[in-house]
């Protein structure tokens, strides 16, 4: 794959921008840019009803926290604008009007009266319904006076009647259908606006486009996509649909409703969601990348420029893919390990502002640094981290009673312990973990029951950055102190 491509990436802002767009985006991307070639953002607006204030931002938005730049587009201007639909209404004319005078498209001036009337009738006999033809046939001279005299009408695709007309997808190859079974489907609305089957075939053709990756749903079109693409002479693009995504479970195709029950229970598909949620658009690139494609048989962590240099459309894989959340922290944590501690404080400071917490500077530092070996989530730093930023910390009772060992053994081993470190300078975990080591064994317990119930009094919770990185954060003075506190609420308890 040497020769320099051209996509586009063309969403119709009528939502939040889920992964499968970024999806589609994202291989745009890496096309474009393992190919050296361009890669044009689109927006596709013509369904002026459909269309969410602020969508196109989010898209926008959404593209650059992934890390994804293009080379043209409706903020970037370029050579073939508009970049918006909505805007280029003369062009998709003019382009319906040579299909009429090529006799490969016809203005159909029945009213939606009549049409509705006939979905019924067809209904009633279980037909699939379709135009059946009326204004098909009749004759130029009357068509263009009624046109001319500014007669209501669409503009519809007069598809052949006879044979059958195929497309090749590139992960699936030929895409065959009887071309009876085809509507006269309609170009341009009575409005004037272009319906996608036309604006889009347009706008690949006069932006250079070589290659078409889109969503999977729109594969069944394919076939008709590809006669406005030969009724015009054109050269069609290689076309490319990628994989559909299923549910979690795996069961069943991934719908509107579902990513809505899916957002319920913490999970969501939107990107704004998962950026919202403390998730790294490193991770969540390396996540969608691997839904559809493969980039190497045993290794699944990858960085945006490593991505590029692996992409091939060879790699890509028609078989729907199964969205795992357990697959997107994994891809969150590997990547949180992989930024240097600095990054991470970066990116920990506005979620513990967030979280109330005025957290700055060196101690910052320190505990992005003991946090980074732990947490999924950004987000997960405050519930795990957030005790740094606490004077004083609530352990719960039990969870200062070691595993096996009664409330009074507990509080003698918690008292052991604090003497042991109060001979002692600041921690100093290479010296003091063999000498804590050393004293559970002396005093007959395991390490770990040990380690469990100096966690809960130094930290107030059962799950925390490594016990020893955590003591030399909040130093010396504090952590006897608080295992004077746990131990203190341990005697009370025995009375
Ligand atoms: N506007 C279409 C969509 O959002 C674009 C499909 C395509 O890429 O051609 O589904």
């Not at 409706?74 to 319906?96: C, F, M, N, T, V």
């Not at 006669?227 to 995504?245: I, K, N, Q, T």
């Not at 930290?459 to 490594?466: F, N």
């Amino acid at each position: 794959m040497t020769e320099p491509v051209c996509v586009r990436f063309a969403p119709s802002p009528t939502g939040h921008m889920h992964i499968g767009s970024a999806r589609t985006a994202l291989y745009d991307y890496l096309l474009a840019r393992k190919t050296g070639g361009r890669f044009i953002l689109r927006i596709e607006d013509t369904d002026q009803k459909r269309l969410i204030p602020g969508a196109e931002q989010e898209i926008i938005d959404g593209l650059h926290w992934l890390g994804l730049d293009w080379d043209e587009g409706p903020d970037k201007g370029g050579p073939h604008g508009p970049y918006r639909q909505s805007l280029a209404k003369e062009i998709y004319l003019e382009h319906a009007r040579q299909l009429i005078a090529n006799d490969r498209a016809y203005p159909c001036f029945c009213t939606s009266e009549r049409l509705a009337a006939l979905r019924e009738s067809q209904r009633q006999r279980k037909e699939n319904p379709r135009y059946d033809g009326t204004c098909r046939n009749l004759p130029p001279s009357e068509a263009a006076r009624r046109m001319a005299a500014g007669e209501t009408h669409v503009i519809r695709f007069k598809t052949p009647k006879e044979g059958s007309t195929a497309a090749v997808d590139l992960l699936r190859g030929e895409i065959r259908v009887e071309n009876g079974t085809l509507d006269d489907f309609i170009l341009v609305k009575s409005d004037g606006l272009a319906l996608y089957h036309l604006a889009a075939m347009v706008d690949d053709n006069r932006m250079g486009v070589t290659h078409v990756l889109r969503g999977a749903e729109w594969l069944s079109t394919l076939p008709l996509h590809a006669l406005v693409v030969r009724a015009f002479g054109w050269r069609e693009p290689v076309w490319c649909h990628l994989s559909v995504f299923l549910k979690p479970s795996g069961k069943g195709k991934m719908s509107k409703r579902d990513s809505a029950q899916t957002a319920t229970e913490g999970h969501s598909i939107f990107i704004r969601d998962l950026r919202e949620e403390g998730y790294l658009p490193e991770a969540i690139v390396n996540w969608i990348a691997l839904m559809g494609a493969s980039f190497d048989e045993t290794e699944d962590v990858f960085s945006l420029e490593e991505l590029v240099r692996r992409f091939d459309l060879k790699h890509l894989n028609p078989s729907p893919a199964a969205i795992s959340y357990e697959k997107a922290d994994h891809f969150n944590g590997t990547h949180i390990r992989l930024l240097s501690v600095e990054d991470l404080t970066a990116l920990l400071k506005p979620v513990f502002e967030k979280a109330g917490y005025a957290a700055d500077g060196e101690r910052l530092r320190k505990v992005a640094a003991a946090v980074q070996v732990r947490i999924v989530t950004l987000d997960d730093a405050v519930a795990m981290g957030g005790f740094f930023f606490h004077d004083e910390v609530h352990p719960e009772a039990h969870d200062l009673v070691g595993k096996g060992l009664t409330t009074a053994q507990s509080a003698d081993a918690l008292r052991a312990a604090r003497e042991l470190l109060a001979a002692e300078p600041e921690f100093e975990s290479a010296k003091d973990e063999a000498a804590l080591r050393a004293l559970a064994e002396r005093l007959g317990y395991k390490p770990g029951v040990l380690f469990g119930m100096m966690r809960a009094a130094i930290t107030g919770q059962t799950v925390s950055p490594p016990l020893f990185a955590s003591m030399e954060i909040i130093g010396r003075k504090t952590y006897l102190a608080r295992l004077e506190a746990a131990e203190e609420l341990l005697r009370k308890m025995v009375g």
